[in-house]
């Protein structure tokens, strides 16, 4: 069985990746509802919310974990991978090698977009340079837009998210990045309205990266992880506002698979 | 000793207002910085965070307790006053007593606005209704407020918070209401904005009432809370951001004062 854990409902953008990649696969999702967001907190606190939910999912007897969170996973895999044996992908390994394999092939300009926690870390960067290329990274913290996801603000149209995204990305624009991470879950659900101001840019989907990694990563090491196709939510808050979500994720009504847990 | 607890920062405006009315009082503060913001949160998550917040305080051995949360106020009173037998006062009841006197010497109208979880508690409007008049209430949830002031959208002239302001308030400002309930401790930092686009309304700050009322309270009850003057600020988070904001809300450097401590 694979874990998926995000720090709310956008990891949901990574089991439907699984889902189209390997259909049969089981998996077992967490999202910690009840203290989203991470991506405004310290590194210290966030290491606490990531063990306690990778414990929980070890308790379900997963065979490896798919960190479908942005701010986790440029945080605290190390403390992760240092606790637990078993396979942990993150989302910023398979986002920064498709966005510096694009990024040589076009103008050499990447733009990584993530929470405050994400680009303060500084962990796309550190991955993106590993392939030693003469690249360029712009970086750009987006606090807003975590809440305006959160809060139905993801039409093309919708005049809050247009001004937040067009701020955050004023300077970026005229560059013409040649690559975007969206290094948050939450962020594809706006990728409309980034493709308006981002036209020539490839917008990578940092959790389906993750999925693809984590699918060749099992395969190479020949790990079973069952294919009875089940899949089962866990959530820390009420399960409603995230079953009437994870329709508009993954396209079915999951509600009958979605149980309350707690994990602090 | 008087306890203020809070989810986050915004509580120093019921710590600003007591140490204004009382100089000499002493003040312990706790911010579950940690997990805010409580008002997207189920019920009987608020519950929980609010008896570990509660516990935590007496522990510290406070006489009375002021819920600057309009959150917990709104929701958790009950479950709060069963199980601890100290003085707790919340933000709900002083703010309501001043909208309903200045609402029957106007023109009857009163607008109420808070977090999701506060809005669909409905506790201002029975609170309110207590006192009997025909007045006329309209009530409306702002989820997207309290991101906005913890990003620092405080400015009159901000476009991203006057466009959510502006959408917030859209059917309330015709109706001219003669008082307005700013039912989050965040709000009354938008105190600008709101008086841009109701300029005629008593905004009415929840956290200053509620200082108020347990001031009240303590003198009637002959409750000695201690006078040494010293206050204390206890975050479940790293402390330099709230330290940070401390001297935005109260005036003075707290940072020396500042300690990080777990309550779950």
């Not at 077992?28 to 929980?56: H, K, M, N, W």
């Not at 090491?221 to 808050?237: A, E, L, M, W």
């Amino acid at each position: 069985m694979i874990g998926v854990f995000d720090s709310g409902v956008g990891g949901l953008t990574a089991v439907k990746a699984l889902s189209r990649l390997k259909p049969g696969w089981d998996i077992t999702y967490l999202g910690d509802t009840a203290r989203v967001p991470y991506g405004t907190r310290s590194r210290e606190v966030i290491d606490r919310y990531a063990l306690q939910a990778c414990r929980f999912l070890i308790s379900k007897e997963v065979d490896a974990i798919l960190v479908a969170c942005g701010t986790v996973s440029s945080n605290s895999l190390p403390v992760l991978r240092q606790n637990f044996e078993l396979p942990i992908t993150g989302v910023v390994e398979g986002a920064s090698k498709k966005a510096y394999e694009n990024a040589m092939a076009g103008n050499g300009i990447i733009a990584v977009l993530g929470t405050a926690a994400t680009i303060k870390s500084g962990a796309y960067e550190k991955e993106i340079k590993k392939y030693g290329g003469n690249v360029r990274i712009i970086s750009r913290a987006c606090p807003l837009l975590v809440p305006l996801v959160e809060n139905g603000r993801t039409g093309v149209d919708d005049s809050l998210s247009n001004i937040a995204i067009a701020e955050y990305l004023a300077d970026i624009i005229p560059k013409k990045p040649a690559a975007v991470i969206l290094g948050c879950t939450h962020y594809p659900l706006l990728s409309g309205i980034f493709s308006l101001f981002l036209p020539e840019s490839l917008l990578i989907n940092s959790a389906e990266e993750a999925a693809v990694s984590l699918c060749g990563l099992l395969e190479k090491r020949h790990i079973d992880v069952g294919s009875s196709g089940k899949s089962v939510f866990y959530v820390t808050d009420d399960p409603s506002g995230f079953s009437k979500n994870g329709k508009a994720f993954l396209g079915k009504d999951i509600s009958d698979r979605v149980y309350q847990i707690s994990i602090d």
